[in-house]
């Protein structure tokens, strides 16, 4: 079992950043890779960004939203088993509850979930 730790939502005006960050408590290591989900009221669930673990680096190929390529970006801390999404520019419709999960495989739906955190973007 992999427990997930959430943290950095928060109220942010339009055009504001943040910054969410996810610990894992074990080793990233021992998972294929790691993102972000979110979740708008009356929304369905939807991918935001992942990020594979692979080799010793902090990096690893990455995908994107298309509503949210060049305005966030995922990255990971090896050393601190977690990742970071930030989010620059944000908008109104950014606003959601998000969550951070992970995956033993490259494909395939997640294996683990964090609690969510929420992030409100508003004037």
């Known amino acids: 079992q992999v427990q997930l730790v959430e943290s950095g939502g928060g109220l942010v005006q339009p055009g504001g950043s943040l910054r969410l960050f996810c610990a894992a408590s074990?080793?990233?290591?021992?998972?294929?890779?790691m993102g972000w989900y979110r979740q708008a009221p009356g929304k369905e669930r939807e991918l935001v960004a992942t990020i594979t673990i692979d080799g010793s680096t902090n990096y690893g190929s990455t995908n994107y939203a298309e509503s949210v390529k060049g305005r966030f970006t995922i990255f990971r801390d090896n050393a601190r088993n977690s990742v970071y999404l930030q989010m620059d520019s944000l908008k109104a419709e950014d606003t959601a509850v998000y969550y951070c999960y992970a995956r033993m495989s490259l494909r395939g739906t997640p294996d683990y979930w964090g609690q969510g955190t929420r992030v409100t973007v508003s004037s």
């Open positions: 074990k080793s990233i290591f021992t998972l294929a890779a």
